[in-house]
C-alpha cells in the first residue's frame, strides 16, 4: 500500500471485530513512527499500549460509569472552542448527523449520550487501544507535535491493513485509564486509538471533506 493509499483509505472505524493484533506488528509499527517529525526533536509523546485482560477490564470499568450517567473526570483540556462558528460548526454538524445515523441511533433519542459514551468506552470492540499522553510542561507546539506522531502511527495501521480510531472520549474517563496503564501526575491524557481489523459486515461511514480550495491558498507561481 502507498501512501496515498494509506491515506485516502484511513478512517475513523467504530466497529472491530475481535482477530487478535499480534504485538510483532504493534512494535513494527510503533518503531517506524519514531520518525515522525516534532519541534527541537523532543518527542515529546509517551504511548501505552493495551491489550487483553487488561484492556477488558478497563473497558468493562469504563462502560459501567457511561451506563450509569456519569458526566466523566473535569477535562484537562477543551476538546472544541466555546463557541464554534461557521464552516467549522456547519462541517461539525454534518459528521455527527453521519455518526449517529452509522451507528443507528436516533439524534432526538433521550439516551443518545449513553448510548454513544458505552460505544466509545468499549473501543467500539477493539482488542487493542494506544493511550498518548504529554508531559503537563509542554506546550501548544508539542500538541501538534503529537498529532503528527498520531496521524503517522494511524497511516502505518494501514499499511499493515488495520484500521483505527481515535478517540478524545477517553479523557472523560482519565482516572480509570490512569488506573490500567500507571501514569503518573506529571502526564495529560491527550486521547485513545483503538486498532483492530475491521468488521466484515460493519456499515462503513465515510465522512466528507472540505474542497482543497476552502482550506488552502496558494501564493505566487
Not at 20 to 31: A, G, K, M, N, Y
Not at 77 to 92: G, I, K, N, Q, W
Not at 149 to 154: D, G
Amino acid at each position: 500500500m502507498d501512501v496515498y493509499e494509506a491515506v485516502d483509505s484511513r478512517r475513523a472505524v467504530r466497529a472491530f471485530s475481535d482477530e487478535p493484533v499480534s504485538r510483532e506488528i504493534l512494535e513494527r509499527v510503533l518503531t517506524a513512527a519514531t520518525r515522525a517529525p516534532s519541534s527541537g526533536n523532543l518527542q515529546p509523546w509517551h504511548v501505552y499500549v493495551v491489550t487483553g485482560e487488561p484492556l477488558a477490564a478497563l473497558k468493562r470499568r469504563a462502560t459501567a460509569r457511561a451506563l450509569a450517567g456519569d458526566p466523566g473526570d473535569e477535562r484537562e483540556y477543551p476538546m472544541y472552542p466555546a463557541e464554534l462558528t461557521s464552516p467549522y460548526l456547519d462541517r461539525f454538524s454534518a459528521a455527527a448527523a453521519q455518526r449517529y445515523e452509522a451507528l443507528g441511533i436516533e439524534r432526538d433519542d433521550p439516551d443518545r449520550p449513553k448510548k454513544i459514551a458505552a460505544l466509545n468506552s468499549a473501543a467500539f470492540g477493539a482488542p487493542v487501544v494506544l493511550f498518548c499522553y504529554l508531559d503537563r510542561t509542554m506546550g501548544p507546539g508539542q500538541w501538534g507535535d503529537a498529532g503528527m506522531y498520531l496521524q503517522t502511527v494511524m497511516l502505518l495501521l494501514r499499511a499493515e491493513g488495520l484500521h483505527s480510531c481515535p478517540q478524545v472520549m477517553w479523557t472523560m474517563y482519565r482516572k480509570t485509564v490512569n488506573q490500567t496503564v500507571g501514569a503518573d501526575d506529571r502526564l495529560v491524557l491527550f486521547c485513545g486509538i483503538s486498532v483492530g481489523f475491521e468488521k466484515e459486515d460493519a456499515s462503513r461511514l465515510r465522512t466528507g471533506r472540505a474542497e482543497m480550495a476552502e482550506t488552502v491558498t496558494f501564493i505566487g507561481a
